[in-house]
């Protein structure tokens, strides 16, 4: 596991051997795990980002539209 982002709002975990990535969205306590094809999407939806406006604004940006419909709640048993 590597940890590719983090902020305040935010954090984007790579797990390279599964070829995949989990999204936590730390303010609204929800997550979202990509894996195949939909990790493929996601990581060149990131690279379309002009390297100049990958600041912490508009990533955190992108990741709540990202999020928004598909991120689970994170429930602890």
């Known amino acids: 596991m590597n940890v590719v982002y983090n902020s305040d709002h935010y954090s984007i975990l790579a797990y390279p051997a599964q070829e995949s990535f989990e999204l936590l969205d730390k303010t609204g306590n929800r997550m979202l795990f990509l894996q195949g094809p939909s990790a493929m ?33 994170i429930v602890i048993h």
């Open 41 to 73: 999407h996601f990581r060149a939806a990131i690279e379309e980002i002009p390297e100049d406006d990958r600041d912490e604004e508009t990533i955190d940006a992108f990741l709540d539209d990202y999020c928004l419909e598909s991120a689970q709640p």
